[in-house]
């Protein structure tokens, strides 16, 4: 049985990342951070207010449209995580290009550059059904524009590309993350689902186990006490009958139990894969074994990986985690090998600590073993064996 990686954790865990809204001021900050550094193509329209020989009146004026258009912009297109109405885009995006249009023919063909940015702001805002012609009506109006600008077509060639292109990539950015939090919604919901269908499994099971067991002791109870005052050797017996099917219902409930609480790989897999990505540590994890395994050594190795994981995402600050499930063939018949290995440091998981020694035991009593400690020159790995000849 060879490990295979699962790439696309990663891929979904970009895609998440981008579609997160910031929830506090350092993931606001990081986002306008990015989204400022593309302000850096307004340098030709500082410029031109510094060294354009403009006026002092021409000079406040261009400044404080130039902060407005700039403060408007970045209100758009950091709020695309969020739905804005329509029309409200459509005004914000209106005020823009009617700003682009007035700095543009009032103070010289630099300030074209500032179309590029409405198309961009136009395919963040705005659903596709509408970003795909407002950032060709962009592009157009850039186009008038530059022509009515003094040597405004020599700009025009320069700009058209990057306000189609933008705006078309920005359209596309959106549509992803729209997707990307529909997917989230989705996955919690099949999650919820699932959970509720478990719940309503134990409920089922436990009435199919404890609805007999009860009524049967409920009727001869009331046997029982209507015996007592002239039969009490007949009422004996059907207390001794309570008790025997009490034991009964107590050594099924018990079972029933146990089967719920036994771990199993694919659903430690399936949680190692979520406790590793909501660490941030990427995961490089085994698809579940195809072939049945006896019950105590799969469930042995589920608490080995449960544990490993554990201390993985609490203690290890690793960056990287590799799950490999294997089968080997020794002297002694195939042997199941599970391995955790990361790349954190290792200092602190060096002692056998209360989890590793009762998986030590746990293994021990199935004829495996455990082996724990560092691996190279950083890292932990953990390696669990037992043999799949185990008994169930």
Known sequence: MKPVALTKEGEDRDFLEIAKQPENRHQKMVKMLWISIWLFYLSAPVADLADGGHSPGARVLGGLGLAVF???YLVLVFRTARPMPVR???????????????????LGREWLVLFVYVAISSGAALPARYSRWTVLGTTALLAVT???????????????????????AMVGVRAMIRTTMELREARATVAQLAANEERLRMARDLHDLLGHSLSLITLKSELAGRMLPGQPEAAAQQVADIEQVSRQALVDVREAVSGYRRP???????????????????AELPAPPADDLPEAAESALAWSLREAVTNVVRHSGAKRCRVTLET??????????????????????????NGLTGLTERLEALGGTLSAGPAGRAGFALTARVPLGSST
């Open 328 to 353: 080997s063939q020794t002297l002694d018949g195939p042997v199941l090998e599970l391995t955790v290995t990361d790349d954190g440091a290792s200092g602190g998981q060096s002692g056998p600590g």
């Open 264 to 282: 199993t790989l694919p659903g430690e897999l399936a949680g190692a894969r979520t406790a590793l990505a909501a660490a941030g540590v990427l």
């Open 88 to 106: 409200r885009v459509l005004f914000s995006l209106a005020v823009l290009s009617a700003e682009a249009m007035v700095l543009s023919l009032a």
């Open 70 to 72: 700039v403060a408007w």
């Open 146 to 168: 530059a022509n009515a600008v003094p040597d405004g077509t020599a700009y025009l060639a320069g700009l058209l590309i990057p306000a189609l292109m933008g705006g078309y």
